[in-house]
């Protein structure tokens, strides 16, 4: 598969993802190489890396524990601290091999020990393959409100070798999915299309689409890099989703629910707003209710938590000057950025939901 370029980075795919390594730790020279890892990607994933570098390099393994609870400005804290204790210079590189909380943290702790050395993302989730490695976003959560602090600045590459994804478990497989729907939804009818029927996909058809997800993102951040316009589209479904996904991570008696089944979630809360506020149809409402709820069994959301998830809204990373934006579907493949969204009509969503 042909590399995609974006401004200051490159994604690689499958065995060209080595070559491409290997000809860069060759010609970089870093003065060491760190590798950042949790305790699951350091058991399933290092070794087929590791096995995949030529040359004598100097490197240290620097292991997290796994999980949305642990991507906060303590675990930056302990990393950063040791980077120092091994003497990691303004010449050393960092490498993410890890799910979206790895490349997320990862790339923020390199962006800001020394003021910016070197990374490099290594997605191993479906996840963190089609969004959370590509686009230049880093950052930690501040207590439950996701991605609160952080900065936007690319990796030297992205490889992407979908082989880490045979250790994936089913639930870490369907989060990566929300994604690639979110990206034909808000972009490409013709691939939402392709991604409506799960059951019926083949290894390589897998492969493709993947491609083409990252090929999706990769055009609208190229574009909008700093999310002044158009890359806020990527946020359709996360503004409610990012909001039920804090609540519930805060509230160990609620079911833990991973990032892409949050999405989910407000996917479905945004596409039926979308449908009373502009021009989605009953129809396609339907098929994007349908189509999630075939992968992403629907979750019990007491009415009761209804406003205590509503109140988290306020800190949405799009809102500006007390306003609280929305991305909102005009038909499938084509979104809108802006959207105010009145209270009423959020709980109406939930109703909506409540009674699929």
Not at 29 to 50: E, G, P, R, W
Not at 142 to 158: A, Q, R
Not at 268 to 285: D, K, P, T
Request: net charge negative; glycine share 6%.
């Amino acid at each position: 598969m042909k590399p995609i370029v974006s401004k200051d980075s490159i994604v690689y795919f499958n065995e060209e993802c080595y070559t491409a390594l290997n000809t860069y730790l060759e010609k970089a020279n870093h003065s060491k190489i760190f590798i950042l890892v949790d305790s699951n990607t350091y058991q399933n994933c290092y070794a087929h890396f590791m096995s995949k570098i030529e040359g004598s390099y100097e490197i240290e393994v620097l292991e997290i524990e796994p999980g949305e609870i642990h991507k906060n400005i303590e675990t930056c804290s302990s990393i950063w601290n040791v980077l120092a204790e091994y003497g990691a210079d303004r010449k050393s590189l960092l490498i993410n091999l890890g799910g979206g909380v790895v490349t997320d943290l990862g790339g923020f702790i390199a962006c800001t020990y020394k003021r910016g050395i070197n990374y490099i993302n290594v997605p191993t989730s479906l996840l963190a393959m089609v969004d959370a490695s590509v686009g230049g976003k880093t950052g930690v959560d501040l207590g439950n409100l996701k991605n609160m602090v952080g900065v936007i600045s690319e990796s030297e590459m992205v490889l992407v070798d979908t082989t880490y994804l045979e250790t994936l478990p089913t639930n870490q497989m369907c989060s990566g999915f929300a994604e690639m729907l979110k990206h034909g939804l808000i972009q490409d009818r013709a691939y939402w299309e392709k991604m409506t029927d799960l059951s019926k996909l083949t290894l390589e058809d897998l492969d493709q689409l993947i491609y083409d997800s990252v090929v999706i993102k990769n055009n609208i951040v190229f574009k909008d890099p700093t999310e002044q316009n158009i890359r806020k589209y990527l946020n359709f479904g996360h503004t409610l989703g990012h909001a039920i996904e804090s609540f519930y991570l805060t509230h160990p008696e609620k079911p833990t629910l991973l990032h892409g089944e949050a999405i989910a979630i407000g996917m479905i809360l945004e596409g039926f707003i979308s449908a009373a506020l502009l021009s989605v149809s009953e129809q396609e409402l339907t098929q994007i209710s349908q189509v999630i709820l075939a992968t992403f069994p629907k979750v019990s959301i007491d009415p009761n938590d209804r406003q205590a998830i509503m109140e988290l809204l306020v800190h949405d990373k799009k809102n500006e000057k007390g306003n609280i934006y929305f991305v909102l579907l005009n038909t499938i493949g084509d979104a809108k950025y802006n959207c105010i969204v009145s209270d009423d009509l959020i709980i109406d969503a939930f109703d909506y939901y409540d009674s699929l």
